[in-house]
């Protein structure tokens, strides 16, 4: 029996005599021609014995979930231990995806990336692919989303053929980059972006080489969380390498062969059918935008030291066949920021949405993406020309994106009416990272994963999820507060639900969180917020709902009165309290920094404190039909304000020795008097259009708005000319004849 | 044997109001889906709503594409009629834009509130019941987004196989 490890006297076929990178061009040029994957167009292993075929479709479910389970206690990694940052996956020899564990699933698709693009060029040869070969990535333009998504594959031979890889990702909390942690919000180009492993060959005989891990000691602020992930990682791989050779010792070469094969293709028919069950065919449009402020930040190197606003386009076509498109004609071009994203993580990000809200059970795998299409004009930041652009944060347009995409096919389950599974998609939550000295009297640099528990958008018959959904992780967490004070020198004086941070409406998006965390025991800590946009929402509601208040600034406040204030008892600043004077403001004293957009913090040390806030998802409906009831529940709990509860819920209520209570006959008043007030302070739409109008011939716009418009039409001819159309101009708009 | 559950009209009712006990709705969602949902949900609303016009897809929580003797139109369930469903319905609507501090602070207070001259939001109204129907969060001078375009000759004739409600004239 072969257990992969063993050496063969003769070189290791990897596809039959053909070579592996002419096989996966003629897989790709059967599926062009047939339309089928792989050209299976009987599914005749399901058809022969259904339960053997379901059961060894489960087999290999189970391995890749059990091996990214004891996986996770190999790390030493709050994201990966606490959090659940990893996954763990298996492909067909070709690199498509077959099966995949829970975790952050975006890696799946952007593994077979990393391993098509190892075929393309060639690895057969050069490095050569061999049993016991570790193979890892974390470039972006190879296949990930960031410079922390380090996976790991390694080839399973069975015989000495080539039967399957098996791969796995973890997140990193720290890379080495100009500033600690693991998405460097200040990097402008890849080149400061920490710690890069470009298809490398890490490990042979299925140990990683000691050079490499050399590497990681000397180019990591804390390596023992990158180290012990490439362990935990390869024996995640070992681990589904074992299994799939045992249940190829029951059932053959042959048949494993060609059933990850099948479970593809019946995965490519299984989304196509649910499309025509699930949506309508049409066009559906949203947009969604990101501002990135780097003007007068610390760090930024003068040609990126501007405020810059990101439109973030996206329009979905399902055809008559439930084929579907998403396109980003529109969409900006790349900069020089950490926002940028390769096509890796376009195909990604769409992928773990893809699981959450249509392809969520079954055949889950790469035939789902092989059932769409997506479209990434060349130039912009879905799709850099240039490879050396930065990708640190590119999760700070794809989880708008997708967000955005989300909506949209609520739309399509609104008009289909599966209105349970309407969902207003995910948010961009920024988080913190730091560096400096540890408790431990260490150097040390990491993240902190909170975010992986923010709120998400409403859903179309119940409020969203409240502190916990991630966007990037459908199984998140945000860790338990102990955990996270031993990997960074801070204390938590407090977690509170954010109040209102939950976009309005008839069904309101789940509210976020604050946390106060206290600089403990260090004499020096650097923080910085990544992913983190200013002066506009990255967000938005539908059918009536609000966007959740995603343009969020950051606390500190050194030198302060705390020890004075715990002496005394007093009331610490543990939540966001009264918008308009928050507690960071209202109950310390001290040397106060609060900062919008990406945050660059002077260095803290021990009793200086910082505030961040977690945010909440969009709503849906129409706020004034919320049930008062449900606003009177979340008065309770602190979920709304009484603020938001009387201006925009329209909610009549009386606090009443500790409680809230409800007058309905004053709520119907109230709600029929802001009909009146919509009626009387609106305006017809064709009226509004002509004022707009002038304003757009005149270029009645900030630098920045009008700075996008023409980035975004430099790019597409076709969306210029949708521009011009729609406000009805001829000839050069403002900013062509301004430039 | 169909492996699709199907659901009482009631069933379907309750569902979409969000009024079934969630242990139900979690079952639900989690089962495969019911092909007669469509033929159901628009029963259900075409019950609900005060006029006769053929209800032939939704498009909003107040809005529907029904079937006139004038064409396929986009209408309100209070009765409004915005326009011809290839129009954008939101141009037939009210708008209430909130593009200055005071009116945003209504709903998003302190720091919590976009830039002024990076973002505002538009309400778009219906001039009938004053429902408010779509909320845009855009820098000004954006397009009006026209949400969704839908193609109910492939839905209706392609996935339903049955042609478009039309009435007749």
């Known amino acids: 029996m072969s257990n992969g490890t063993v050496a063969t006297t003769d070189k290791p076929k990897l596809l039959g005599a053909i070579g592996l990178k002419r096989r996966l061009e003629e897989m790709e040029q059967t599926l062009a021609d047939t339309g089928h994957y792989d050209g299976i167009e009987e599914l005749a292993l399901r058809a022969e014995d259904p339960l053997k075929y379901e059961r060894t479709h489960t087999r290999l479910s189970s391995a890749v979930i059990a091996a990214r389970e004891t996986s996770k206690l190999i790390s030493a990694s709050p994201g990966v231990r606490e959090v659940g940052e990893s996954v763990v996956g298996l492909f067909t020899p070709e690199g498509d995806s077959v099966v995949f564990s829970a975790g952050i699933m975006v890696h799946v698709h952007s593994m077979s990336r990393f391993i098509k693009w190892m075929i393309r060029n060639d690895y057969e040869n050069d490095p050569g692919i061999e049993p016991g070969d570790i193979f890892a990535n974390n470039d972006a333009f190879i296949g990930c989303v960031q410079l922390p998504d380090v996976m790991d594959v390694i080839p399973i031979f069975r015989d000495g053929e080539l039967v399957a890889w098996a791969g796995s990702v973890c997140h990193e909390l720290e890379v080495g980059g100009i500033v600690a942690g693991g998405d460097i919000n200040i990097a402008i180009e890849r080149f400061g972006e920490g710690m890069p492993v470009c298809a490398e060959k890490v490990g042979t005989n299925d140990e ?298 008839k069904f309101r998006g789940g509210v976020g969180f604050t946390s106060l965390y206290k600089a403990h025991r260090t004499p020096l800590l650097s923080v910085t917020t990544a992913v983190h946009s200013g002066k506009v929402f990255d967000n938005a509601g539908i059918c009536g709902g609000y966007p959740s208040p995603s343009a969020l600034y950051h606390y500190a406040i050194r030198d302060n009165d705390l020890a004075e204030r715990i002496e005394n008892r007093d009331p610490l600043p543990v939540g966001v309290g009264d918008a308009d004077a928050p507690d960071m403001l209202e109950l310390i004293s001290g040397d106060v920094e609060y900062t919008e957009g990406v945050y660059v913090g002077k260095p803290l040390k021990d009793g200086d404190l910082f505030q961040h806030s977690y945010i909440g998802g969009g709503g849906y409906g129409d706020p004034i039909e919320r049930s008062p009831d449900l606003v009177r529940r979340d008065l309770d709990v602190g979920k709304v304000s009484e603020r938001l509860a009387r201006n925009l819920y329209r909610v009549a209520f009386e606090l009443e020795d500790g409680e809230y209570k409800v007058d309905a006959e004053a709520t119907a008043a109230a709600r029929e008097a802001e009909r009146e007030r919509r009626l009387s302070g609106s305006v017809p739409a064709a009226e509004w259009f002509e004022a707009q109008r002038k304003r757009v011939v005149d270029n009645g716009f900030c630098e920045e708005v009008s700075a996008m418009y023409h980035d975004a039409m430099e790019l597409s001819e076709r969306w210029r000319g949708e521009y011009a159309e729609f406000w009805k101009i001829d000839g050069p708009l403002a900013w062509e004849e301004s430039k | 044997m169909s492996a699709r559950p199907t659901y009482t009209q009631d069933v379907v009712s309750d569902l979409i109001d969000g009024s079934l006990p969630w242990a139900q709705t979690r079952q639900i969602m989690s089962a495969y889906k019911d092909d007669d949902r469509f033929e159901k949900y628009i029963a259900i609303l075409q019950e609900r709503v005060p006029w006769d016009d053929p209800i032939v897809l939704t498009v909003g929580e107040h809005l529907f594409i029904v079937a006139t003797a004038a064409g396929h139109v986009v209408k309100c369930d209070c009765g409004h009629e915005f326009c011809d469903y290839r129009e954008n319905w939101k141009m037939a609507a009210r708008v209430r834009v909130r593009d200055d501090a005071e009116s945003l602070e209504e709903i998003y207070p302190g720091p919590s509130k976009p830039d002024v001259e990076w973002m505002e939001l538009r309400e778009f109204i219906c001039p009938g019941c004053a429902a408010l129907l779509e909320v845009e969060a855009v820098p000004p001078g954006f397009p009006v987004l026209h949400d969704f375009l839908p193609d109910l000759e492939a839905f209706y004739e392609g996935w339903l196989g049955r042609p478009v409600p039309t009435v007749g004239g």
């Open chain 1, 208 to 505: 990683i080489r000691r050079d490499y891990l050399v590497r990681a000691e000397r180019s990591l602020r804390t390596p023992i969380y990158w180290i012990l992930d490439e362990k935990a990682k390869v024996s995640a791989c070992l681990e589904v390498r074992d299994k799939v050779n045992e249940l190829i010792d029951d059932l053959g070469t042959e048949y494993f062969k060609q059933a990850i094969h099948e479970y593809i293709e019946e995965g490519r028919r299984t989304h196509l059918e649910r499309m025509k069950v699930q949506s309508v065919p049409g066009r559906y449009r949203g947009v969604t935008f990101y501002g990135n402020l780097f003007k007068d930040k610390p760090g930024v190197l003068p040609v990126a030291a501007k405020n810059e606003l990101i439109p973030i386009p996206v329009e979905v076509e399902i055809d008559r066949g439930g084929f579907m498109s998403v396109d980003f004609e529109g969409a900006g071009p790349w900069g020089w920021h950490p926002n940028n994203c390769s096509p890796a993580a376009m195909e990604g990000g769409f992928f773990v949405n893809l699981t959450q809200f249509m392809d969520y059970d079954g055949m889950v795998n790469d035939g789902a993406a092989l059932a769409t299409e997506l479209k990434l004009p060349e130039g912009t930041w879905t799709n850099p020309d240039s490879e050396q652009v930065a990708t640190a944060c590119g999760w700070a347009l794809m989880n708008p994106a997708y967000g955005t995409f989300v909506r949209l096919m609520a739309r399509a389950h609104l008009a289909r009416g599966f209105k349970e599974e309407i969902f207003v998609g995910g948010i961009n939550c920024p988080f913190f990272e730091a560096g400096g000295i540890s408790q431990y009297g260490t150097r040390f640099g990491a993240s902190n994963f909170e975010l992986s528990a923010a709120g998400s958008g409403a859903r179309g018959i119940m409020d969203g999820i409240d502190t916990g959904y991630a966007i990037f992780n459908p199984e998140s967490d945000m860790g338990n507060a102990e955990v996270w004070e031993t990997a960074l020198p801070v204390l938590y004086l407090g977690r509170r639900i954010w109040a209102d941070s939950g976009g309005a409406g």
